[in-house]
């Protein structure tokens, strides 16, 4: 996920060189209380500036013909089960998105991470056997998914210094509560 987004933050740096600046946007509705609206300004923008990379004829939506080529020239493969989940997502309006629509699909995919219950959809995506842990074959496919060369020794490794790092309970694997903990440890640096 991480290299996801750093590719699609290199794409929007090379978007903005090449196209004029957009007027700003207007401020979004004090009496709408959802999720989108809890969003930071950076988290937001990001979700903009993403929106923007798909959006390659500026017609201020997108269809699956501009997704599928923007992960084409990504490198991301499409099999992964939570890019599946979004491209699904897109596809089943069975329309063009509009931005609101995209913060939709996006965020109820994605889930709030900002939030334990967020953190929880997260933790979900990666707990593949749902058995409240994630394994050794479970870091090594998020590995996979990533495209992260890392072998078994190199896990194996990560997995201990966690434990010894950041007292998990086990050498074996991370809760929910050990993945909580530390990622909003992390968070909030």
């Known amino acids: 996920m991480v290299k996801w987004m750093k590719a699609m933050k290199e794409r929007t740096q090379k978007l903005k060189r090449s196209t004029k600046p957009q007027p700003p946007q207007p401020a979004k509705p004090a009496a709408t209380a ?9 988290d937001y923008e ?50 063009p998105v509009t931005f609101e629509e995209f913060l939709n699909i996006i965020g ?12 929880r959809a997260v933790f979900a995506q990666f707990d593949r056997d749902e058995n409240g842990l994630i394994d050794f074959e479970e870091f090594k496919a998020i590995s996979k998914q990533l495209h992260e060369n890392l072998n078994d020794d190199d896990l194996l490794e990560m997995l201990h210094s966690t434990h010894v790092n950041q007292k ?5 694997g991370v809760t929910f509560d050990e993945f909580y903990r530390i990622v909003s440890k992390f968070a909030n640096k």
């Not at 109820?108 to 953190?119: C, I, W, Y």
């Not at 998990?168 to 074996?172: L, V």
Request: net charge negative.
């Open 34 to 42: 959802s999720w989108k609206d809890r969003l930071n300004h950076d």
């Open 46 to 95: 990001d979700l903009k500036n993403t929106f923007e990379i798909f959006d390659e004829d500026h017609s201020g939506s997108i269809d699956p013909a501009e997704i599928n080529k923007v992960l084409e020239e990504l490198g991301l493969d499409k099999r992964n089960p939570f890019v599946l989940s979004l491209i699904h997502g897109l596809r089943d309006v069975n329309h």
């Open 108 to 119: 109820t995919r994605v889930g709030e991470t900002k939030t334990k219950n967020g953190l």
């Open 168 to 172: 998990t309970a086990s050498n074996e």
